[in-house]
């Protein structure tokens, strides 16, 4: 007998109709109540308006009488075995309150409701299976991928049906919590590998969520900020409860038919097998095997025990510093009276140069700037640096290339900045022949880390004389910034020397819409730049096509590069020493796949004793980095500066 309908009302021995008992209970009486019906009794004797004469009852069982209790066992097993057709013939038993409507339509369409029910657990294994096989990262996200047999599934499933009833309804529920959970840590991964082209780390990577809410709303608005926030919410709490239930529903349909389900486990577990022991694979080279599941809780234990050790390991590293105890007198004396401007390009990765869907017009204004720039009598030299992070977390890259450490999370950040680690920056105002600012237009509230870096003023979004509009995520493009920094310092009469650090900010995602160079005496405080923006292009609309992103990634970069060495050659000078870089490389929609880390770094200076100290280091000439030039770790840079600049280079 299906569930979805109750059994059939017994019929009444003596009336021979499958209606009668239904017809009794709906006239609230019982069959031992029920009156007999007209024409099929005797009237009984005397006046038959009068009182009925007492009759002696006959020995035996009348027609009249209930049936013994051998018949309604008899009966009520042929009822109990009956076919759902005898209980639609039987009628709907009534059900009190709320249970009548609620479960009614299911007596009334038993079909329907039998389709639902197929419906539903189809849809519970489709969950659980995508679940199991889901990949990690967009771009394995394959017609393949959901064809394999997954090794957590099967086992599963054979513990779900060895273990006794009282606990296999908690190992269900446990089952399905966990697959939510890591289904919900593989979407998280989708993110980060689409963004930082790396997993997420559940020990460090917690403070980025908050970095990432306020992108979104720079970029799309509020309202975007806002349903990003919302959807991942409703992901996090209704992912792991869509799959417990849908565990413990297959757990109950396993139960029922436990032989089939027994035979199937048994079958895919020998396939899985056989299917490692062969090597079996897709054409795409997809392995049929899937462990995907348990090779990710396996990393990511082995990520959260290293996640634990690394405060421990940095602070070893940190301890050491070749040049704690130089005397500042012997700092830098290679670079006494010059102005020294280091300066980060957002994004500016080795794809903008070698990509050769972006070489022809970034390559063009590289070299247009050196050949401007030798006109104006400097001369420049180019290597590669290999950053710590891919496609966002710059302050990691820059406190990374300041302080000679690889500064690869934010733990690493926090434990930096909270220490006594010296920086770059820092030992150029040690040594005291330098005044040290920032020219951060990133920067839009407190950013107490500055003091740390060594800086003596720090000019952020709020105080550059900015009084345009935003572009995106930018809160001021570039040439602006390049003019303030003129105007608030390196143009300023009687100053001292000058060390800046200086954050371009224009080439930052999502690249649209993007300011363009106007004539440098029409900056004025920026207003200008709204009319830009007008003609500039929706990040919504760029965003629909990769190959869009990667068109307007490369003009940013050129926008970057070209305000850059304008400014350099309208105003630098003899004592001008530039040393510019990228931060990491773009995302992975403009990277292609391209999984390096690599990022320019030139040096400009029109004294070429400047260029003369780094004559050993190998860099090609030009603001372009030959393929061959050396690549070095972005961390080994403050100490090679150093040394190349200090009292005993080499």
């Given at each position: 007998m299906s569930h979805l309908t109750p059994p059939p009302q017994l019929p009444h021995a003596a009336s021979g109709s499958d209606t009668d008992a239904d017809a009794d209970a709906d006239a609230g009486t019982t069959p031992g109540d029920r009156p007999e019906p007209p024409g099929d009794t005797p009237e009984p004797p005397g006046d038959k308006d009068g009182p009925p004469e007492t009759v002696a009852p006959e020995a035996g069982p009348t027609p009249e009488a209930d049936p013994p209790p051998e018949a309604v066992a008899v009966t009520e097993a042929v009822a109990v075995a009956g076919t759902e057709a005898s209980a639609e013939a039987a009628g709907p038993r009534p059900v009190a309150g709320d249970r009548a409507g609620l479960f009614g339509w299911r007596r009334r369409y038993p079909r329907t409701a039998r389709g639902v029910t197929v419906g539903i657990t189809v849809l519970a294994a489709v969950l659980v299976l995508s679940a199991l096989l889901v990949p990690n990262r967009l771009d394995r996200l394959t017609v393949e991928a959901f064809l394999r047999i997954p090794a957590e599934g099967v086992l599963l499933a054979g513990l779900l049906l060895a273990l006794p009833p009282r606990f296999r309804r908690a190992a269900a529920v446990a089952g399905g919590v966990l697959l939510g959970l890591v289904t919900v840590v593989k979407f998280v991964d989708m993110?980060?590998?689409?963004?930082?082209?790396?997993?997420?780390?559940?020990?460090?990577?917690?403070?980025?969520?908050?970095?990432?809410?306020?992108?979104?709303?720079e970029s799309f608005g509020g309202t975007g900020e806002v349903l990003a926030v919302v959807a991942v919410i409703v992901l996090v709490a209704a992912v792991p409860a869509l799959t417990t239930l849908a565990v413990v529903r297959l757990t109950d349909l396993m139960v029922r038919h436990r032989p089939t389900a027994a035979r199937t486990t048994l079958v895919l577990g020998?396939?899985?097998?056989?299917?490692?022991?062969?090597?079996?694979?897709?054409?795409?080279?997809?392995?049929?095997?899937?462990?995907?599941?348990?090779?990710?809780?396996?990393?990511?234990?082995?990520?959260?025990?290293?996640?634990?050790?690394?405060a421990r390991v940095f602070q070893r590293q940190a301890a050491v510093d070749a040049f704690a105890d130089t005397p500042p007198d012997q700092l830098l004396t290679g670079l006494r009276g010059k102005d020294v401007l280091f300066t980060f390009i957002e994004s500016y990765g080795r794809t903008a140069i070698e990509d050769p869907a972006m070489t022809p017009d970034v390559d063009a204004v590289l070299d247009q700037g050196t050949a401007d720039l030798k006109a104006a009598g400097f001369a420049s030299r180019s290597a590669w640096l290999r950053s710590p992070v891919s496609g966002a977390g710059s302050w990691l890259a820059h406190s990374t290339f300041l302080s000679g450490l690889w500064i690869k999370n934010q733990q690493r950040y926090r434990s930096l900045t909270t220490s006594d680690r010296a920086t770059l920056t820092s030992y150029f105002r040690k040594s005291g022949g330098w005044r040290t600012v920032g020219i951060m237009p990133g920067v839009r509230r407190a950013w107490p880390e500055g003091k740390f870096f060594g800086l003596d003023h720090i000019y952020d979004s709020e105080h550059l004389g900015y009084h345009g509009p935003y572009f995106s995520w930018t809160p001021v493009p570039d040439q602006f910034s390049l003019e303030a920094f003129q105007r608030l310092e390196h143009g300023k009469k009687d100053r001292g020397p000058i060390m800046a650090e200086i954050i371009l900010a224009s080439s930052h995602n999502p690249w649209a819409p993007i300011a363009r160079m106007i004539d440098w005496n029409d900056l004025g405080d920026g207003s200008v730049f709204h009319r830009v923006k007008k003609q500039g292009k929706d990040p919504k609309e760029v965003w629909k096509n990769p190959e869009s992103v990667r068109t307007e990634y490369k003009n940013a970069i050129a926008y970057s590069l070209h305000s850059l060495t304008e400014w350099v050659r309208r105003y630098g000078d003899?004592?001008?020493?530039?040393?510019?870089?990228?931060?990491?490389?773009?995302?992975?929609?403009?990277?292609?796949?391209?999984?390096?880390?690599?990022?320019?770094?030139?040096?400009?200076?029109?004294?070429?004793?400047?260029?003369?100290?780094?004559?050993?280091?190998?860099?090609?000439?030009g603001l372009r980095p030959a393929p061959d030039a050396p690549e070095w770790g972005m961390d080994t840079f403050r100490d090679r500066f150093l040394t190349a600049y200090g009292p005993h280079r080499g």
């Open positions: 993110g980060f590998y689409s963004v930082l082209s790396r997993p997420f780390d559940l020990v460090l990577d917690w403070i980025l969520l908050a970095g990432a809410a306020e992108w979104v709303k020998t396939a899985w097998i056989t299917c490692v022991t062969l090597g079996v694979q897709f054409t795409g080279g997809v392995p049929v095997a899937s462990k995907i599941d348990a090779d990710l809780v396996g990393n990511r234990v082995d990520q959260v025990r290293a996640g634990l050790a690394d003899d004592d001008t020493v530039l040393v510019f870089l990228g931060d990491h490389q773009p995302v992975p929609t403009v990277t292609a796949g391209d999984t390096g880390k690599d990022v320019p770094v030139t040096l400009v200076a029109r004294d070429q004793k400047v260029l003369d100290r780094i004559s050993d280091w190998g860099w090609t000439d």
